[in-house]
């Protein structure tokens, strides 16, 4: 009896005799995806993690089962159980084969036989130990799922989960820290909705009465268009019930809103008003019952903030904070305000989990980096200081050399495809312009709005280029040059580049704009990071995607730095220009000419730490022994199609992907070869074959074997190897292949073919031929076959 049959005649029963399925309440979850598997590159993904059932009750997961068939033991699923119940933060596990049960205490660490499945109420009472009143009122609400077109992923139910809990035990400051991307406005909704329709409201929760009224919930951000992406995400709830404060509609009507359910305002808005009276004063203290702060390491919770007073002024309230940095020294008043978080997500997990995009950096070094002035040079404009070393934090700030721009632009157009969207990250917004202008200047493009700039002095101009851009079926504007503002918060799919041309100084900062190119897209296997600025070094710092740290106590200043100010909006000024005229310079005609550049690439491991090309180069060639033993063995479990794919899957669930693989390609100039003669030159110092000299070789070691209608079949299969790769030879592209060589009339293909089992060994068969050729071999075949001189 396979697995599916023993969960069908054994295992589906038993959980009905539980009264899961049947209790009203309860559901049983089949085959339910816990992680994507992190993307490889070629539009493949590493093992999904999927538990093959969850138990539901109350809109709460409660349990995973881990099922083997009748024949296997019925604890081989116990690791499986006990990795899944870990992902999923429930308190129970179980693997079973059908015949017997073994149960998993992940809470107490007790584990062994039972006779039965515990029953929907037996379970949550031992996951709920006490009995609470808002949990269950809670519990009551499913999840919005806009007709089933909304599914949250695993970590997001945990967070709004623990939120909850949170508030039903009486906490009133909460603080959730999930990595930029991974939808933390989505969680924000979904809290909303709960309280929304359990009517949680702040009087009733502390009198422990029965509801009466709905809330009044603020979502808090400090940038217009965080707080427009969140109204536009809450669309699920009645019209009448959202409201968007604005300082037009409060100076049009006299008044700020209060008809309504959930609000929307930024920082800036809340502190003006008439007189320098803020806004925020003309509600009661008590008027929101829930504050969501967005961003909120950079808002109100800061101490030396000016936003900090909203927060306090509404400290009734129960108040969530919203962050993707973990607890460093330069947020550490956020911390302290909102205490330790409920729950964390960091950027490696979801890279990991296939939730995030995976991504590479480019580090570019150029002659040109750092600048002593010479007297061949022209000083055009201000003062220049004999003998000072420029660096990289005073150009475009307190020097600029136009001929340096220019170089830095041109390299990076002729490094990037020029049709992917592209974020350049500028010094100061009048750089931005500059960089703007240079793009533009040397685009291939034909259109004028090819590269736009998009700061806070573009306004609404510059708000409509960065909604086009954020529209994946529009392809202008390509490329946005900015400064700060698009470091945060915008969610732009399909970013493909992010370019460093200016000094990351924060690892908050830092974490944000890699972030701008995280979130997932259709045909998006990763992205790069173009870095001009040697920003990489933050990937070094232990503080990145390490354990929070208890950080030192904050020196003064404000944490992480404020936002540009909103247009029309008070707020704190992010990029003072240097009071004194800024050194512009010429080179002289020669230094120009002769500026010169150098590339590196950083891979990174499965453990999120970066790697020079020769430690990757070490660990591959530390863990290919763990997969074959020798080159025979190698070259055996190649050229099986399936035994291949079962290698590659291997090696990528260690980090080495399609994609590191590919870029080891070209470092060692084996662009042109198969995957297979990367893996034979690390592991056995094997000298690289073209994917053609293989083709050759095997066209000359196979011909006995087919007809003359085979070989032409063959021949053609070796031709789109060659072209594209040793993908063409998986046993998916078989089906493609023939009716690309017989125009879709596949029964002509089985006519000159034989058989469709005939046709699939000689498609796996003749592989074989491909890899038993050594270079020596295949050398001496073309050799023989083209005359050439082996002199």
């Not at 020669?590 to 950083?602: E, F, H, L, P, V």
Request: glycine share 8%; aromatic share 10%; charged share 25%.
């Amino acid at each position: 009896m396979n697995e599916a049959e023993t969960r069908a005649e054994h295992i589906d029963p038993a959980l009905k005799a539980a009264g899961w399925g049947v209790v009203e309440g309860s559901r049983v979850l089949r085959e339910h995806g816990i992680t994507l598997g992190r993307l490889q590159g070629g539009g493949k993904r590493a093992k999904a993690e999927i538990a093959d059932y969850v138990l539901v009750y109350r809109n709460t997961k409660l349990a995973v089962i881990e099922a083997k068939a009748w024949d296997k033991p019925y604890t081989e699923g116990v690791g499986q159980a006990k990795s899944y119940a870990a992902k999923l933060a429930v308190r129970s596990a179980f693997a079973t084969n059908g015949q017997a049960i073994y149960s998993i205490d992940m809470a107490t660490g007790a584990e062994g036989d039972v006779a039965c499945y515990p029953s929907p109420d037996e379970l949550w009472k031992l996951t709920f130990a006490e009995a609470n009143a808002w949990r269950n009122r809670f519990a009551a609400i499913p999840f919005e799922d806009k007709g089933g077109t909304w599914q949250g992923r695993y970590y997001q139910d945990i967070a709004i989960d623990r939120v909850l809990e949170a508030i039903a035990t009486g906490h009133d400051r909460i603080l959730l820290t999930l990595a930029t991307g991974t939808g933390k406005t989505f969680i924000a909704f979904q809290l909303a909705w709960k309280l929304f329709q359990s009517r949680w409201n702040l009087s009733d929760w502390k009198s422990g009465a029965e509801p009466t009224r709905r809330p009044r919930i603020l979502f808090l951000a400090d940038r217009n268009i965080l707080a427009d992406q969140a109204y536009n995400a809450f669309s699920a709830f009645p019209d009448d019930a959202l409201v968007r404060i604005a300082p037009d509609d409060i100076r049009k009507k006299g008044r700020v809103p209060k008809n309504g359910s959930i609000f929307f305002t930024i920082f800036q808005t809340f502190m003006s008003g008439p007189g320098g009276a803020p806004y925020f004063g003309e509600y009661p203290p008590d008027f929101f019952d829930f504050i969501v702060i967005d961003e909120c390491h950079r808002g109100g919770a800061n101490d030396e903030g000016t936003w900090r007073a909203i927060l306090e002024y509404f400290a009734p309230a129960v108040q969530l904070g919203l962050t993707a940095t973990p607890k460093r020294t330069t947020n550490a008043d956020t911390y302290a305000y909102f205490g330790e978080p409920v729950f964390v997500y960091s950027l490696k997990e979801g890279i990991n989990d296939g939730f995030l995009t995976p991504f590479k950096v480019k580090q570019i070094a150029t002659t040109l980096d750092d600048y002593v002035y010479t007297p061949d040079d022209q000083v055009v404009e201000g003062e220049i200081e004999a003998g000072k070393r420029y660096e990289e934090r005073d150009f475009n700030k307190i020097i600029e050399i136009k001929e340096r721009e220019a170089y830095r632009v041109k390299l990076l157009m002729g490094m990037i495809d020029q049709r992917e969207k592209t974020i350049v990250f500028c010094a100061t917004q009048t750089h931005a312009l500059a960089v703007r202008d240079l793009i533009n200047q040397g685009k291939t493009s034909t259109d004028p709005l090819y590269c736009v700039r998009v700061t806070a002095n573009d306004g609404a101009m510059g708000d409509q280029y960065l909604r086009d851009f954020q529209d994946n079926e529009k392809t202008i504007p390509t490329i946005l040059t900015t400064s700060q503002k698009l470091s945060t918060g915008v969610d732009a799919r399909n970013v493909r580049n992010i370019v460093l041309l200016r000094p990351i100084n924060s690892m908050i900062e830092f974490k944000q704009i890699i972030g701008r190119g995280t979130r997932l897209y259709d045909g998006k296997d990763y992205f790069t990071i173009y870095d001009f600025v040697k920003a990489h070094h933050h990937f070094s710092d232990p503080e990145w995607d390490g354990e929070p740290l208890e950080p030192e106590p904050p020196k003064g200043g404000r944490a992480g730095g404020g936002p540009e100010p909103e247009p029309g909006d008070p707020g704190p000024l992010p990029e003072p220009e240097p009071p004194r005229r800024k050194i512009k310079v010429q080179l002289a005609d020669g230094k120009a000419r002769n500026i010169q550049s150098m590339t590196a690439t950083t891979f990174w491991s499965a453990d999120g730490r970066p790697m020079s090309a020769a430690q990757f180069l070490e660990v591959l060639y530390g863990t290919l022994p763990e997969f074959f033993k020798d080159e025979d063995e190698l070259r055996r479990i190649w050229s099986a199609p399936d035994t291949r794919k079962a290698l590659l899957a291997g090696l990528a669930d260690k980090g080495f992907g399609r994609e590191p693989l590919a870029e080891m390609q070209k470092i060692i100039e084996a662009e042109n070869s198969d995957l297979f003669d990367v893996l034979a030159y690390v592991a056995f110092a094997a000298e690289p074959l073209t994917r053609s000299e293989r083709a050759e070789a095997a066209k000359a070691t196979s011909a006995a074997e087919f007809t003359d209608k085979q070989q032409t079949f063959v021949d053609f299969v070796l031709a789109q190897y060659i072209k594209q790769g040793v993908d063409e030879l998986d046993q998916e592209k078989l089906s493609p292949l023939l009716k690309l060589k017989y125009k879709n009339a596949l029964a002509d293909a089985f006519k000159e073919l034989g058989k469709p089992e005939q046709v699939r060994q000689l498609f796996v068969g003749f592989q074989r031929h491909l890899y038993q050729v050594h270079s020596s071999q295949a050398f001496s075949t073309t050799t023989n076959q083209g005359g050439r001189d082996a002199s």
